[in-house]
């Protein structure tokens, strides 16, 4: 990271966490380079990208200050602590209705689960994919299909050890996307009629792997800043005969919560006392918006017990559909697993994201799209504060790309949802993220997409329709 970019990302800090208010005076730049024992141009590029970022505004002739939306504009939304005992899942309906109505290019795409394919270097990743090809030893086309590409293997496990956890290779399991990983993790602990502990809310794919495996989801409330409520967790282990525990301990889907190191070693201790096994889904690891990386639940693993999956779909390349597991002592099961169903990902698209990410300046890429993103919701919290009624509560996550709304008692997010698209304007009701029913007066919107004129007005005819509710 640049010297510029550490001293943007410190200020960011301070930003988010109140220590400069909004209006407030950030150092002058004369100040931050003697503070900081940085040139002042360091300090300039630093303004800039923090300007880029949403964060400050510069006035002419008085300096640089910090924006009005930089910290929260609307409180954050209560943790829902009601718990249903253990439900069967039900929701597959729903959630492919809700799916269906995103496949209109026209809609605004605040239902949508992606970032902008804008934001992703695919010019770049085409040249990797035809270098990749070129260079493909006619045995690996074949080889490859058993342990997956050697390069991007070594690749990913590197990744690993930056953020602190030492990774095996042979813990390693390519996978179609992180989706057939979670899948494949899921089978391999569990049988129909199991229990499985869940968030609540959760990402709605998770409740259909239950339905289709036919599991029984135990959910979990959620906290939207600090993730899971561990006293509760605690208390359907030491009750109910849990079998797998599925969360996200960073940027969670739906709400972009993220467990502190503490929390999460908290997690680790309390699951290997019971001895029942974590799937830690973590793909949205790459998009924290913070100095440094969250440190997964799996960096805390002693004896295999968290399978740990990742995917490259949201940072870097959707639609390649490659993800993975570092699988703990289930690694050999869900391999053989993965052989009997789908056999391998594709390896070619393996082979291209191992070249790119050797050869394409993917932290680069990593960077801007973070700071887009993170500008991005900066912009979409303004507009909500601006165009949502009074009572409207939101979350501010770390990272990622999306908002949760909970909006006043009275709005039905169902009806809200089927109202918005008729003016073609797209977003995810609450009630698909549960697997019962609950969130109906929240909705998950989706800041991955540039902020321009037409994220605008769709934000402000979403505010009529929530004030005729
Ligand atoms: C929380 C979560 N897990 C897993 C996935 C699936 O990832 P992939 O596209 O790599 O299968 C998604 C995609 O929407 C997701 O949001």
Request: hydrophobic content about 40%; aromatic content about 8%.
């Amino acid at each position: 990271m640049k010297r510029y970019e550490k001293l943007a990302d410190q200020i960011a800090a301070l930003i988010r966490s109140g220590v400069l208010a909004p209006g407030e005076r950030v150092p002058s730049v004369r100040q931050a380079s003697r503070s900081h024992g940085v040139s002042p141009s360091t300090v300039f590029q630093a303004y800039y990208l923090l300007e880029d970022r949403g964060l400050i505004q510069a006035r002419p002739r008085s300096g640089y200050f910090v924006r009005e939306h930089a910290q929260r504009p609307l409180p954050e939304p209560d943790i829902d602590t009601r718990q249903a005992e253990t439900a069967e899942v039900d929701v597959s309906e729903l959630v492919f209705s809700v799916l269906g109505s995103l496949k209109d290019p026209d809609t605004v795409p605040f239902g949508s689960a992606f970032p902008s394919p804008t934001l992703f270097p695919l010019a770049r990743l085409a040249r990797s994919m035809a270098q990749s090809l070129r260079a493909l030893a006619p045995q690996a086309v074949i080889a490859d299909m058993t342990e997956g590409n050697p390069n991007l293997r070594r690749q990913i496990a590197r990744r690993y050890m930056a953020s602190g956890v030492r990774l095996p290779l042979d813990e390693l399991v390519i996978s179609n996307g992180a989706m057939e990983a979670l899948n494949l993790c899921l089978q391999c602990v569990t049988a129909p009629g199991d229990l499985v502990a869940i968030e609540a809310p959760a990402f709605y794919a998770t409740l259909q792997v239950l339905e289709r495996l036919k599991l029984k989801a135990v959910e979990i409330p959620v906290h939207p800043r600090d993730g899971i409520d561990l006293d509760r967790l605690a208390s359907g282990l030491a009750r109910l005969p849990i079998k797998a525990c599925w969360f996200m301990s960073s940027l969670q889907n739906p709400l972009g919560a993220s467990m502190s190191e503490d929390k999460k070693a908290a997690l680790y201790d309390l699951l290997h006392q019971h001895q029942v096994p974590l799937i830690e889904d973590d793909v949205y690891a790459e998009l924290y918006f913070g100095a440094q990386p969250p440190r997964p639940v799996k960096s805390f693993d002693r004896d295999g017990l968290v399978m740990h999956c990742g995917s490259f779909s949201k940072c870097l390349a959707p639609g390649y559909r490659v993800g993975w597991v570092a699988g703990g002592r289930y690694a050999e099961q869900i391999s053989r697993l993965r052989l009997m169903t789908t056999i391998s990902p594709s390896v070619p698209a393996q082979a291209a994201l191992a070249d790119y990410l050797q050869h394409g300046g993917f932290d680069r890429h990593l960077r801007k799209l973070r700071h887009a993103l993170e500008a991005q919701q900066g912009a979409m919290l303004a507009s909500a504060a601006r165009h949502f009624p009074p009572g409207t509560r939101v979350t501010r996550p770390a990272g990622g790309y999306f908002l949760w709304f909970e909006f006043p008692a009275q709005v039905d997010s169902l009806q809200l949802f089927q109202l918005a698209l008729a003016q073609g304007i797209s977003l995810a009701p609450g009630p698909i993220f549960s697997a019962t029913r609950r969130f109906g007066n929240c909705a998950r919107l989706n800041h991955g997409h540039p902020w321009d004129a037409r994220s605008e007005q769709a934000m402000a005819a979403l505010g009529r329709l929530l004030a005729a509710f």
